[in-house]
């Protein structure tokens, strides 16, 4: 009987709107070693998938080699498990259904798993962050998007076509004048509390507004920076976050009063802004959550760097895939 060689390695890809990042991670959750490279330069799929399928292969080969890797996991946004496809991804160049697993799989001839960004997000803070132990927990990503997964019964719930917990496009505003979110959809909870929704509310207060503020003729304005004047007592950049806040608790009094988790995880850049977000965002989440849970949900920050969980995720994803290789 011939010796049964074990692979100890998987590759985890977190594939953001800038910026690709794929590492090798051993069964400890260790980063060998990782690399990157920009997203947008490669509009066209079949030349994104060259280029990520190379990279992977020469950070492989001067790594322990090919034969030591399992499989692979990606993270990508509007990716379904179900089918191992970007479907609609209205942030990314690439439109309509993108069969990336299979793709990358036939240039590779590994088992690959895709799954939702926000999917992988929960699995790494499940694994490797403050959601590790807990059974019913949320995890909101807000950055360009903002996207999210839940854990029920310590299983995380995808749905039939594994869409489930796509909190940020639930309206929150069906008025006529409700913003035109990304997803063609109006007042979608993206359109207020992502990054562009942040400009936005950036453009309506200061129309509403004679007083002086730093962000008046700034010309690379970002969540970041207001959050900086806000820090520096801009009272107009102050009044741009209380707005986000108070929408965003709104979405998440309606997502906790349904799944009723012990913890909602916030998670992505425009978490960091810190109290001029959370405080406007805490008030109004105990206003409009359901009062049998109000007081008994946590709301927390991720502690983990966001790129690095999201690998570390999407390498926690490819181990529950089941082994293939075209080079057995």
Same mark, same amino acid.
């Given at each position: 009987m011939g010796d049964i060689q074990i692979k100890n390695r998987v590759v985890g890809v977190d594939i953001s709107i800038e910026r690709t990042t794929y590492a090798i991670v051993d069964v400890r959750g260790n980063i060998i070693a990782e690399g990157g490279f920009n997203t947008e330069e490669y509009p066209n799929i079949n030349d994104y998938v060259a280029k990520l399928t190379d990279s992977i292969l020469e950070l492989v080969e001067a790594n322990g080699g090919?034969?030591?890797i399992r499989s692979i996991g990606i993270s990508a946004p509007?990716? !379904? !498990?179900?089918?191992? !496809?970007?479907?609609? @991804?209205?942030?990314?160049p690439w439109k309509g259904m993108i069969p990336l697993a299979a793709m990358v799989r036939d240039r590779l001839g590994l088992a690959v798993a895709v799954a939702n960004?926000?999917?992988?997000?929960? &699995?790494? *803070?499940?694994?490797?962050?403050i959601a590790h132990g807990m059974k019913d927990f949320i995890v909101i990503n807000i950055g360009v998007g903002l996207g999210s997964c839940f854990f029920s019964a310590n299983h995380e719930h995808q749905g039939s076509g594994g869409f489930?917990?796509?909190?940020?496009?639930?309206?929150?505003d069906d008025s006529d004048?409700?913003?035109?979110?990304a997803c063609g959809k109006r007042g979608c909870l993206e359109a207020y509390c992502a990054a562009k929704g942040i400009l936005?509310?950036?453009?309506?207060?200061?129309?509403?507004?004679?007083?002086? !503020? &730093?962000?008046?003729?700034?010309?690379?304005?970002s969540p970041k920076i207001i959050a900086g004047f806000c820090e520096q007592g801009d009272k107009l950049a102050i009044e741009v976050y209380r707005r986000t806040g108070y929408k965003l608790g709104i979405g998440l009094a309606n997502y906790a009063s349904i799944v009723d988790p012990e913890a909602i995880?916030?998670?992505?850049?425009?978490?960091?802004?810190?109290?001029?977000?959370?405080?406007? @965002?805490?008030?109004?989440?105990d206003k409009h959550v359901f009062g049998n849970i109000r007081g008994n949900v946590k709301v927390l920050i991720s502690q983990i760097d966001n790129? *690095?969980?999201?690998v570390l995720g999407a390498s926690a994803l490819a181990w529950t895939v089941k082994e293939y290789s075209l080079f057995k």
């Amino acid at each position: 009987m011939g010796d049964i060689q074990i692979k100890n390695r998987v590759v985890g890809v977190d594939i953001s709107i800038e910026r690709t990042t794929y590492a090798i991670v051993d069964v400890r959750g260790n980063i060998i070693a990782e690399g990157g490279f920009n997203t947008e330069e490669y509009p066209n799929i079949n030349d994104y998938v060259a280029k990520l399928t190379d990279s992977i292969l020469e950070l492989v080969e001067a790594n322990g080699g090919y034969e030591s890797i399992r499989s692979i996991g990606i993270s990508a946004p509007s990716a !379904s !498990s179900v089918n191992g !496809s970007i479907v609609n @991804a209205p942030n990314l160049p690439w439109k309509g259904m993108i069969p990336l697993a299979a793709m990358v799989r036939d240039r590779l001839g590994l088992a690959v798993a895709v799954a939702n960004d926000a999917h992988i997000s929960a &699995l790494g *803070e499940k694994a490797y962050g403050i959601a590790h132990g807990m059974k019913d927990f949320i995890v909101i990503n807000i950055g360009v998007g903002l996207g999210s997964c839940f854990f029920s019964a310590n299983h995380e719930h995808q749905g039939s076509g594994g869409f489930a917990g796509e909190i940020g496009h639930t309206c929150i505003d069906d008025s006529d004048s409700a913003r035109v979110c990304a997803c063609g959809k109006r007042g979608c909870l993206e359109a207020y509390c992502a990054a562009k929704g942040i400009l936005r509310t950036v453009e309506e207060v200061l129309a509403e507004s004679d007083k002086p !503020s &730093l962000m008046r003729g700034h010309e690379h304005l970002s969540p970041k920076i207001i959050a900086g004047f806000c820090e520096q007592g801009d009272k107009l950049a102050i009044e741009v976050y209380r707005r986000t806040g108070y929408k965003l608790g709104i979405g998440l009094a309606n997502y906790a009063s349904i799944v009723d988790p012990e913890a909602i995880i916030l998670a992505g850049g425009i978490s960091r802004a810190g109290k001029w977000l959370l405080d406007p @965002a805490y008030e109004s989440f105990d206003k409009h959550v359901f009062g049998n849970i109000r007081g008994n949900v946590k709301v927390l920050i991720s502690q983990i760097d966001n790129r *690095e969980r999201d690998v570390l995720g999407a390498s926690a994803l490819a181990w529950t895939v089941k082994e293939y290789s075209l080079f057995k």
